[in-house]
């Protein structure tokens, strides 16, 4: 569980439908915020969004193996990534960044646009492979199954945007799926291996 107000991540034990702490606080970095798990439980990736000020922003890779689990690996991605996921395989990580686009026009870190960056997972490090333009203020992003599809919300523009993962280049479909409202998070359903 990410405590964004403190930088701390709390980890969890789950057993069954009994919740309750593990006695264990990881720091991974600024403002921790979005997280995902991989099917198989042996990692996680943490978007650590920041203070909101410019600078570039990092993801963090924790290793659930490990005893008691710990940071691994930090990579920085750009401005305030928020939507983190890790595809259904295990095989890649993709991250939203806001990228200036919630700024302000007249803000010098102000960008009309977000991204999306696919990273490469090797073992418990993360490598970049590709990223592409989404719309402004953008926040969740979810795989298909085969982690062959990914699908970005695009707050601002109120749709949903969809690229194919090119074994590591993300390409744009141009294809939009209109929402009622800023989609601000998304997660798929995917049965356990």
Same mark, same amino acid.
């Given at each position: 569980?990410?405590?964004?107000?403190?930088?701390?991540?709390?980890?969890?034990?789950?057993?069954?439908?009994?919740?309750?702490?593990?006695?264990?606080?990881?720091?991974?970095?600024?403002?921790?915020?979005?997280?995902?798990?991989?099917?198989?439980?042996?990692?996680?990736?943490?978007?650590?969004?920041?203070?909101?000020?410019?600078?570039?922003d990092t993801?963090?890779?924790?290793?659930?193996?490990?005893?008691?689990?710990?940071?691994?690996?930090?990579?920085?991605?750009?401005?305030?990534?928020? &939507?983190?996921? /890790? %595809?259904? +395989? $295990?095989?890649?990580? =993709?991250?939203? !960044?806001? *990228?200036?686009?919630?700024?302000?026009?007249?803000?010098?870190?102000?960008?009309?646009?977000?991204?999306?960056?696919?990273?490469?997972?090797?073992?418990?490090?993360?490598?970049?492979?590709?990223?592409?333009?989404?719309?402004?203020?953008?926040?969740?992003?979810?795989?298909?199954?085969?982690?062959?599809?990914?699908?970005?919300?695009?707050?601002?523009?109120?749709?949903?945007?969809?690229?194919?993962?090119?074994?590591?280049?993300?390409q744009d479909? &141009?294809?939009? /799926? %209109?929402? +009622? $409202?800023?989609?601000? =998070?998304?997660? !798929?359903? *995917?049965?356990?291996?």
């Open positions: 569980m990410t405590r964004d107000g403190d930088s701390m991540i709390t980890v969890l034990k789950i057993d069954g439908e009994k919740v309750e702490l593990a006695n264990r606080d990881i720091n991974a970095g600024l403002r921790p915020y979005g997280i995902a798990i991989n099917s198989n439980g042996r990692m996680a990736a943490v978007a650590n969004i920041g203070r909101g000020n410019g600078d570039l993801i963090s890779v924790i290793d659930l193996t490990a005893s008691p689990f710990k940071v691994v690996d930090t990579v920085t991605v750009g401005q305030t990534p928020e &939507g983190i996921m /890790i %595809s259904p +395989d $295990g095989k890649w990580c =993709a991250v939203v !960044i806001h *990228d200036g686009s919630n700024k302000p026009k007249s803000s010098p870190f102000y960008n009309e646009r977000g991204q999306v960056v696919l990273y490469r997972i090797d073992g418990m490090k993360l490598v970049r492979t590709s990223a592409a333009k989404i719309g402004a203020w953008s926040q969740g992003v979810a795989f298909s199954r085969d982690g062959r599809t990914v699908v970005v919300q695009n707050m601002v523009e109120r749709d949903l945007q969809v690229f194919r993962n090119e074994n590591g280049k993300l479909t &141009g294809r939009r /799926i %209109s929402l +009622d $409202g800023g989609g601000a =998070a998304i997660r !798929i359903a *995917d049965r356990a291996r």
